[in-house]
């Protein structure tokens, strides 16, 4: 079964809504279907990042 998505308002300036709208279109998405792709593609991003500096061992005073 797909989890239920959350609904919220989100502010944004019109040229910035204006340039996802056509970021959406040439893409073959709805503008809400592009903002969420991004976002998930940021998420993903940001935890593969994070995977990877978690790898190295922290450092220390005397590192």
Known sequence: ????KKAFV???????LK??????QDEFRSVNGQIEFLLN?????RKKRNQSSSDEPPLTPEN
Not at 10 to 16: A, F, G, H
Not at 19 to 24: D, G, H, K, Q
């Open 41 to 45: 593609d940021a998420l993903r991003k």
């Open 1 to 4: 079964m797909a989890a239920e």
């Open 19 to 24: 340039e996802l709208e056509r970021w959406a």
């Open 10 to 16: 989100l502010r944004i300036q019109p040229e910035t």
